[in-house]
T-cell receptor
Framework: AQSVTQPDIHITVSEGASLELRCNYS??????LFWYVQSPGQGLQLLLK??????LVQGIKGFEAEFKRSQSSFNLRKPSVHWSDAAEYFC???????????????FGQGTILTVHP | NAGVTQTPKFQVLKTGQSMTLQCAQD?????MYWYRQDPGMGLRLIYY???????DKGEVPNGYNVSRLNKREFSLRLESAAPSQTSVYFC????????????FGPGTRLTVL
C-alpha cells in the first residue's frame, strides 16, 4: 500500500528566510504527487502537483517542488517566506490503477509552518 | 461560483445520536469524496463516489454511510455517533477519477460527547 511521510511535524522560520518541507513516499509505480496548504479553519488548497515530465514543478504563491525518484521524495520549497505562508502543509500521493484509476489520495501527517517576523 | 460547500460548519452530538453532513458542488464535477482529519494523521478517505449513482468505501468507512443524491450533492451520515468520530470532516470533488485535482470544502467540525 502506498504511504506518505512528512518527517517534520512543526517548522519555524523567520520571514524572508528560505523554506523546505520534506515529503517521502512509498509506492511501487510512478506516483502522482500533490502539495496542499490549509490555513487555520479553512479547507485545503492545491499548491502544485506532479504527474510526469519536468521534475521541478512550479505552483502558486511562489512555491516549487522537486520530484526525485531515486530518493522517493517530493520536497516543497520557497526561496523567501512571507508571514502569510503560516499554515499547515500536506503532501499527498494519488493512486492511478491504470484503466480503472480512481481518485484516492493518501495524505501525509502534515507539517505546521510558523513564521516569525 | 461557490465551489464546494458544506453544512453545518459546527455540530455537537451526544453518543448514539445520528446526523447527516451535507456537501454540494457547483463545478459539474463527476467525483466526490469524504475525508476526516484528525491531529497528526493527515486526511483519511471515508467514502468516495466516482460518478453519480456509485459509491465506494475508502480507508475508514466503519460507522458511516453515504448517499450520492445527484451529481451535485454527496451526503455523509452517522447513524449512531461515537466519541471516536469526533473530527473535522471535509468534502472534496474532482472532474473525474484518478489524478484530477480535488477541490475541498471548508469542513465541518464535529464533536461527539
Amino acid at each position: 500500500a502506498q504511504s506518505v511521510t512528512q518527517p517534520d511535524i512543526h517548522i519555524t522560520v523567520s520571514e524572508g528566510a528560505s523554506l523546505e518541507l520534506r515529503c517521502n513516499y512509498s509506492y511501487g509505480a510512478t506516483p502522482y504527487l500533490f502539495w496542499y496548504v490549509q490555513s487555520p479553519g479553512q479547507g485545503l488548497q492545491l499548491l502544485l502537483k506532479y504527474f510526469s515530465g519536468d521534475t521541478l514543478v512550479q505552483g502558486i504563491k511562489g512555491f516549487e517542488a522537486e520530484f526525485k525518484r531515486s530518493q522517493s521524495s517530493f520536497n516543497l520549497r520557497k526561496p523567501s517566506v512571507h508571514w502569510s505562508d503560516a499554515a499547515e502543509y500536506f503532501c499527498a500521493v494519488g493512486l492511478d490503477a491504470g484503466g480503472t484509476s480512481y481518485g484516492k489520495l493518501t495524505f501525509g501527517q502534515g507539517t505546521i509552518l510558523t513564521v516569525h517576523p | 461560483n461557490a465551489g464546494v460547500t458544506q453544512t453545518p460548519k459546527f455540530q455537537v452530538l451526544k453518543t448514539g445520536q445520528s446526523m447527516t453532513l451535507q456537501c454540494a458542488q457547483d463545478m459539474n464535477h463527476n467525483s466526490m469524496y469524504w475525508y476526516r482529519q484528525d491531529p497528526g494523521m493527515g486526511l483519511r478517505l471515508i467514502y468516495y463516489s466516482a460518478s453519480e449513482g456509485t459509491t465506494d468505501k475508502g480507508e475508514v468507512p466503519n460507522g458511516y454511510n453515504v448517499s450520492r443524491l445527484n451529481k451535485r450533492e454527496f451526503s455523509l451520515r452517522l447513524e449512531s455517533a461515537a466519541p471516536s468520530q469526533t473530527s473535522v470532516y471535509f468534502c472534496a470533488s474532482s472532474v473525474g477519477q484518478g489524478t484530477d485535482t480535488q477541490y475541498f470544502g471548508p469542513g465541518t467540525r464535529l464533536t461527539v460527547l
